[in-house]
């Protein structure tokens, strides 16, 4: 039967090339196992199988050894600011047109795909300077994670999310600015009509903006509630800025999907984020750079003295949350300190008592959840996108090994190898 033959043959050899990564370790995320001597079979951009390297048959025309390294999945940052830099601060940035901090935007993705992150959710730019980088990273121009971005961020008049630094007399207001239910749902069209895949709010007031307070409501429940009803008939989720106490518990209970920040979140809103199953986003690293580098990268004097009320209760906030068992995602508001650093938060997260595979979860199997992405991104499984990093050493027992990643991998294609250097 030659006819059969040759069928058998055409179906099971890979239509492409297919990759073999050979992993020292690989760190099986959701269950939490460390296997030895593994392997990663990848065909295009898509993960066919990953385990025990003997237990993996199929054929491999390309070899990639990191067999004295450790793999885990490709990292996520959910909050993530690519098109902007912390020079971009203050008074400076009124002067950066939308095209040039799109060009800052391709920087940064480079950068902090090169970090590790391999798929990032950008919160916030102007201009759909982020829609225009993800279009040219989907379109293989430019090198860059996988991103999901919100367009301008929406907020009211005078808000963390409007510009607040010019006078009257110039009549200038964010793109973003919606006030009142009706306007917010119109401004959630607008931005989905122009590519955002998320929508991001601005609920409370800010560090980085001039004139309001991180503590004080902006956005009121009836408006957060219009919003949400909105972008989920779209089919979109909602990210919502929140600092203050009354802002996230009227966040959680609009349905908000995230909390950004999360800052003075109290006990009650724990327990509201627990029943809602809304994740929560501490973006604690940034405060060491705000309070050391923020006024010589031109912050506002009164940005520096907001931080350092909050940067502390923050991470009290933080700890506090990790410990009652909310759900948490890893966002470090990159641009506010300098791209491709983002990992320097796990170090001390697990200082403030997070548990190194929770630390991890948090930027790969939960970041993923958050996304809506659960079965593409975050776990190296068969039909996953094959986004995967490797580092040395064992970073369930040195979280910082994140910081010096060796080797990214993004849909199958080599983006960064140290490795065999
Ligand atoms: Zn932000």
New binding site residues.
């Given amino acids: 039967m030659p006819r059969l033959s040759i069928l058998f043959i055409f179906v099971a050899l890979p239509l492409r090339p297919a990759t073999l990564v050979r992993c020292g370790k690989l760190l099986d995320v959701a269950g939490g196992n460390l296997l030895s001597g593994a392997a990663v079979l990848i065909d295009g951009d898509k993960v066919v199988a990953a385990g025990l390297a003997s237990s993996i048959k199929a054929p491999a025309t390309n070899i990639v050894d990191l067999s004295g390294a450790t793999c885990l999945p490709g990292l996520i940052d959910v ?1 993530d ?1 690519l098109t902007s830099d912390p020079t971009h601060s203050g008074y400076q940035g009124l002067g950066i047109s939308v095209p040039r901090s799109t060009v800052t935007g391709v920087k940064n993705a480079r950068l902090t795909l090169r970090a590790g992150f391999t798929t990032v959710r950008n ?2 730019a102007s201009g759909y300077s982020d829609v225009a980088l993800r279009d040219g990273i989907n379109a293989g121009e430019v090198e860059g994670p996988r991103l999901l971005v919100s367009g301008p961020p929406l907020g009211i008049t005078g808000g963390h999310c409007d510009e607040n630094l010019l006078a009257p007399e110039f009549h200038f207001k964010e793109e973003g600015v919606a006030d009142g239910p009706w306007a917010a749902r119109a401004k959630v069209r607008e931005v989905v009509k122009y590519g955002a895949d998320l929508i991001k709010i601005c609920a409370s007031g800010g560090v980085l903006s001039k004139g309001d307070q991180p503590g004080t409501p902006q956005y009121t429940l009836e408006e957060m509630r219009a919003i949400a009803e909105e972008a989920h008939k779209l089919g979109r989720k909602v990210a919502a ?1 929140a600092h203050g106490t009354e802002s996230i518990k009227d966040a959680i209970r609009a349905g908000i999907d995230s909390i ?1 920040h999360s800052s003075l979140i109290d006990d009650e809103g724990i327990r509201l984020a627990k029943e809602h199953g809304t994740f929560l986003v501490f ?1 604690i690293y940034n405060d060491d750079y705000i309070l050391q580098q923020g006024a010589q990268a031109g912050m506002l004097p009164e940005s520096i003295e907001k931080e350092k009320k909050l940067g502390g209760l923050q991470r009290e906030s933080f700890r506090r949350a990790y410990q009652a068992g909310t759900r948490m995602a890893f966002g470090t ?1 990159g ?2 300190y300098p791209h491709g650093d983002n990992a320097r938060q796990f170090a001390l997260m697990v200082k403030l008592g997070m548990r190194p595979l929770d630390a991890i979860r948090s930027a790969t199997t939960n970041a993923a959840e958050l996304l809506g992405w659960s079965t593409r991104a975050g776990a190296l499984q068969p039909g996953f996108y094959a986004d995967l990093i490797a580092v040395e050493g064992d970073p369930l027992q040195d979280i910082a090994t994140l910081e010096r990643v060796k080797f990214v991998m993004k849909g199958g294609q080599v983006v960064r190898n140290d490795w065999s250097k």
């Fill in positions: 909050h600011h919160v916030g800025h950004e973006d508001d641009g506010v």
